[in-house]
């Protein structure tokens, strides 16, 4: 048992010193990104399914509530949150379409799309990516493994992609990107830590 608990630490460590260099570059650009959107008026629509389902509800709430500064509310819907909405999509069309039929319904030219899938091959996160290309929406994908079909889509602006084997490890690292997300947009909106 100790060892699984050393060895599940042991391959975070590592990852995490692996991903320091490698996602640099893609977390400045998502954050550029989300703050031009934000500072243009637009909001940000964020989904995945299961655990991403559950980071696309923290990543919102830190942006609408606040994160570590005391800062005006940003503006984030988490499309994973309407159990009415989620059900009625998938019941009358598809489950398919339960992310890409709120961003008809609520995203416009400007926003932005958050787009999370562990495997990068999960298809409503994928049509839910061209329907944000069809109203003008840039994406931001967090995708793991080898990024999946997702991963490939050409109508993506930013792709941070967890290249590791273990789910558990490719979520972990997701939830560290999404807090350095958070603190990225704190800074360059607002400024100095507090």
Same mark, same amino acid.
């Given at each position: ?33 989300? /703050? !031009?959107?934000?500072? @243009?008026? $637009?909001?940000?629509? +964020?989904?995945?399914? %299961? ?77 839910? /990516? !061209?329907?944000?290309? @069809?109203? $003008?929406?840039?994406? +931001?994908?967090?995708? %793991? ?50």
């Amino acid at each position: 048992m100790r060892e699984i608990i050393r060895e599940a630490m042991e391959a975070g460590i590592e990852l995490r010193r692996t991903c320091s260099d490698s996602l640099e570059e893609p977390l400045l650009n998502a954050a550029e990104a989300m /703050v !031009a959107c934000l500072e @243009g008026g $637009g909001k940000i629509l +964020v989904c995945g399914n %299961g655990g991403s389902a559950a980071d696309a509800q923290h990543f919102a709430g830190e942006l609408v509530n606040r994160f570590e500064m005391d800062r005006p509310g940003l503006a984030a819907v988490a499309m994973t949150s309407d159990a009415s909405v989620i059900t009625s999509i998938a019941n009358d069309f598809s489950f398919d379409n339960v992310f890409s039929r709120q961003v008809e319904a609520l995203g416009r030219e400007g926003d932005l799309l958050l787009a999370i899938s562990t495997s990068g091959n999960s298809a409503n996160v994928i049509k839910a /990516v !061209a329907a944000a290309a @069809g109203i $003008g929406m840039k994406t +931001v994908a967090l995708t %793991g493994h080898d990024g999946g079909a997702l991963g490939k889509d050409s109508n993506l602006s930013v792709h941070l992609n967890i290249t590791h084997h273990s789910t558990p490890r490719v979520q972990e690292m997701h939830i560290t990107s999404l807090h350095i997300i958070c603190s990225l947009v704190d800074e360059m909106m607002f400024g100095g830590r507090s």
